[in-house]
């Protein structure tokens, strides 16, 4: 049981490349979320898919678009990576019934460096 | 908009007891939950209040006055390797499946 799995693990990119993080999970979860951390700052909120096919922008969405592919997967797109982006990006799914609706289950963390 | 506040860092000595309290301001809200993250680690769920009260599990306790907008964690018998970050977040009404997190509070544990 993998829970959410991210991928890549770590990524060095430069200014102005592009890339796409991947998310998934198996725990057939309605809610998926994209938050960056950065030291000191705790965790802030990207993009959130309430279920599939709905996406909503969180507090820095600036710079980032996301798909909803599926119920399992939600992808976050850098188009034109800044070093302002540099960060740990963590993946999380929350599933609606009444034991679990209070719970974000992660993934292991996306750690990202642009050059 | 969502904010909420904590401590930076808490020092505590093994074997006691240690509180980290989180205060919120939210457009609506669901529920409050607690999340514990090591150095270099992903964060770990460690208990949610939908309602006034406290909930117990095991060395971990979590309190919520929805009235007051206030919630604590509380951590007893402290060990070694509850030194982490313990992080709030609230489950807000405006968008209800957006969960909001606080700048974490570090607690080390000294022996």
């Known amino acids: 049981n993998a829970g959410v799995t991210q991928t890549p693990k770590f990524q060095v990119l430069k200014t102005g490349q592009s890339m796409t993080l991947q998310c998934a999970q198996d725990?057939?979860?309605?809610?998926m979320y994209w938050y960056r951390q950065d030291p000191g700052m705790g965790l802030r909120l990207i993009y959130y898919?309430?279920?599939?096919?709905?996406?909503d922008k969180g507090e820095v969405p600036n710079g980032y678009n996301v798909s909803r592919l599926n119920k399992r997967e939600f992808s976050l797109r850098l188009e034109s990576a800044a070093p302002s982006q540099t960060s740990v990006y963590f993946c999380?799914?929350?599933?609606?019934?009444?034991?679990?609706?209070?719970?974000?289950?992660f993934g292991e963390g996306s750690r990202l460096t642009v050059l | 908009g969502q904010s909420l506040e904590q401590p930076s860092e808490v020092t505590a000595v093994e074997g006691a007891i240690v509180q980290m309290n989180c205060t919120y301001q939210?457009?609506?809200?669901?529920?409050l939950s607690w999340y514990q993250q090591h150095d270099g680690g992903a964060p770990t769920f460690l208990s949610y209040?939908?309602?006034?009260g406290l909930e117990e599990t095991g060395r971990f306790s979590s309190f919520l006055s929805r009235s007051d907008s206030y919630g604590y964690l509380l951590l007893q018998e402290l060990q070694m390797k509850d030194s982490a970050s313990y992080f709030c977040?609230?489950?807000?009404?405006?968008?209800?499946?957006?969960?909001?997190f606080g700048i974490g509070t570090k607690l080390q544990v000294i022996p």
């Open positions: 999380a799914s929350r599933g609606t019934t009444s034991g679990t609706a209070g719970e974000l289950f």
């Open positions: 725990m057939n979860h309605n809610s």
């Open positions: 898919s309430a279920s599939e096919g709905t996406t």
């Open positions: 939210t457009s609506g809200f669901y529920g």
């Open positions: 209040n939908a309602l006034d």
């Open positions: 977040a609230v489950r807000d009404s405006g968008g209800y499946q957006k969960v909001t």
